[in-house]
């Protein structure tokens, strides 16, 4: 009898809870649809946010930046701005002055706001840092782009660059 119960019970929860569980996919997917920029726009209104930010916070002789991003697509929680996860390069003309993992997000389909910026130097000396900001499936990758940055020091290469 318990286990007629139990079917009977699963059988109106089931659907409710596949109905929750689209009804949340449908507002973060309003939130993303609200803010991410248009494809048309979003590489280029990126590089102006995160070399703006990069300019006021350490990097002045900044001219450009290059991202690749750490993981695919938006991450979107509850109703935060969506977040994009990126490891970025800042240029100097041609020479690289740093590079680290960013954190930003998408609002008003307009502007990107960065929320964290963890250069390399940082990611290999304060690795707690990383996972305080990070999700936990990506700080392997960032430590790991960290360690083979070329702005470490290559004894056998004779680099001196620093970080």
Not at 101 to 126: N, W
């Amino acid at each position: 009898m318990k286990t007629v119960g139990l079917v009977i019970l699963l059988a109106f929860l089931v659907p409710g809870m596949a109905l929750a569980q689209s009804s949340l996919a449908d507002v973060r997917r309003s939130h993303i649809d609200a803010n991410v920029p248009a494809a048309v726009n979003f590489p280029k209104f990126l590089e102006r946010d995160l070399l703006g930010y990069l300019q006021i916070h350490g990097f002045p002789q900044a001219t450009s930046v290059s991202f690749s991003p750490l993981r695919d697509g938006p991450t979107q929680s509850g109703v935060a701005y969506p977040k994009f996860y990126l490891w970025v390069e800042v240029f100097q003309g041609k020479r690289l002055l740093t590079q680290g993992a960013a954190r930003v997000a998408a609002i008003e389909r307009s502007y990107f706001q960065v929320t964290d910026f963890l250069p390399g130097s940082v990611v290999r000396t304060s690795p707690d840092q990383v996972s305080s900001v990070f999700p936990a499936p990506l700080v392997t990758s960032i430590m790991s782009r960290a360690k083979a940055s070329p702005l470490l020091r290559h004894p056998s290469r004779g680099s001196t660059s620093k970080p």
